[in-house]
């Protein structure tokens, strides 16, 4: 199995959302690029997540939830792209993980990450959107069955995302 790190050739999935006032999770999701789709497809099915099983070298999957609502304004980003590379290149270049994917919602856009040694990769995970200025309303969160109920904010204090 090659890591997901590792691979190169991205698959662009689309859904149709349900508008509601606020999403749990990523049901506001409308297009998602993934080197791993079948990642997001069971995720969303709501099947059993283990890292291990989407990939060799990463302890979980996560990803990077920010609220959309009112842009990027003040943030040194200017879209989820320029979000995408930066962690990318910051979890690489310390040897912690990548982006393997990323995806834009009714009201949030979302950053997937392999990550490694997980205190380390989400301290500089938060420690680069924090620094960056993302919205309060971001947190790190978990695709992996045993840990969806956790996540971390990006801003201390910050409300917890909708459940």
Same mark, same amino acid.
């Given at each position: 199995m090659k890591s997901l790190c590792e691979r190169d050739e991205?698959?662009?999935?689309?859904?149709d959302p349900v508008p509601a006032a606020d999403w749990p999770r990523r049901e506001d999701?409308?297009?998602?690029? *993934? %080197?791993?789709?079948?990642?997001?497809?069971?995720?969303r099915s709501g099947k059993s997540i283990q890292a291990?099983?989407?990939?060799s070298v990463a302890d979980h999957l996560v990803y990077v939830k920010i609220d959309g609502i009112d842009g990027l304004e003040g943030c040194r980003f200017s879209d989820r792209a320029e979000?995408?590379?930066?962690?990318?290149?910051?979890?690489r270049s310390a040897?912690?993980?990548?982006?393997?994917?990323?995806?834009?919602?009714?009201?949030?856009s979302y950053v997937d990450c392999a990550i490694r040694k997980?205190?380390?990769?989400? &301290?500089?995970? %938060?420690?680069?959107l924090?620094? &960056?200025?993302?919205?309060r309303r971001s947190w790190v969160l978990f695709f992996d *069955?045993?840990?969806?109920a956790d996540w971390i904010a990006i801003w201390p204090g910050a409300d917890a995302p909708p459940v």
């Open positions: 991205s698959h662009v999935l689309t859904f999701l409308i297009v998602s690029n *993934t %080197v791993e789709p079948s990642l997001e497809n069971d995720y291990s099983h989407y990939c979000i995408e590379d930066a962690v990318d290149e910051s979890l040897n912690l993980g990548c982006v393997f994917g990323g995806g834009t919602g009714l009201r949030y997980e205190p380390t990769a989400l &301290a500089r995970i %938060v420690e680069l924090r620094d &960056a200025g993302l919205p *069955t045993d840990r969806q």
